[in-house]
Every structure is written in C-alpha cells, then in structure tokens.
C-alpha cells in the first residue's frame, strides 16, 4: 500500500535525503520507501494528532473515513492544517535514522563479544 507521504515528490526526497536511500538503485529506492514510507507515516499521524485542534479532528476523521479517500487525499488537508508539517516530517525522519543507528550500533556490539 502506498502511503500518502509517498504521494508527494518532495516529501520522498526528504525520505530518500534523510535516510541515505538516494544512493539506492531506483527499484532499491522503492522498495525501502515502501516498508520505511509505512514507519514513518504511523510516527507522523501519531504527531498530527498531536498538534491538530480538537476542533479539527472529526475533519481529520471525516477526511481518514470519506470513501473517496485516496492515498494523496489526506496530505493536503494536513498540509493546511500543520503549516510546518515538512519540519514534523523530517524531524520524524531524524529520529527514527537516530533510532535505526542506535539499534544498528546494538547489535554490532553484541556481535563483537
């Protein structure tokens, strides 16, 4: 499934940028878009949710429910709603790259004892 991030052309270099992926083949790039894309929107609704108005989340709800909800359709309602929705964005890509090293770093340790 493709996930509304993934929608804007500018938001997939931020994921691609933050992350290192642009080094990756196209298809490579698509792939880890796809499983890191899913990640990283969950943490960002998380935050939406956060930073909405009340008086905004059963518009937010509506838009998540409608039945012609698509894929791109939510992004621009957050957009407008979260004006520095592109810093939530690429402070979530920041730690969960932070997070990825921390786990990385772990486990590289556990196999050097």
């Known amino acids: 499934m493709t996930t509304p991030l993934l929608q804007d052309p500018a938001l997939r270099q931020n994921i691609l940028m933050g ?10 790039q698509e792939k880890a878009l796809q499983a890191l894309g899913t990640v990283i929107f969950q943490k960002v609704m998380i935050r939406v949710l956060e930073l909405l108005p009340t008086e905004m989340l059963s518009e937010f709800n509506r838009v998540l429910e409608s039945e012609e909800q698509t894929p791109g359709s939510l992004l621009p309602f957050l957009k407008k709603e979260i004006p520095n929705l592109d810093a939530v964005l690429s ?8 997070d990825s090293m921390e786990v990385m770093n772990a486990a590289r340790t556990q196999a050097e004892m």
């Open 19 to 28: 992350l290192g992926l642009d080094r990756l083949s196209g298809e490579e």
């Open 91 to 98: 402070e979530e890509i920041a730690e969960f790259k932070r």
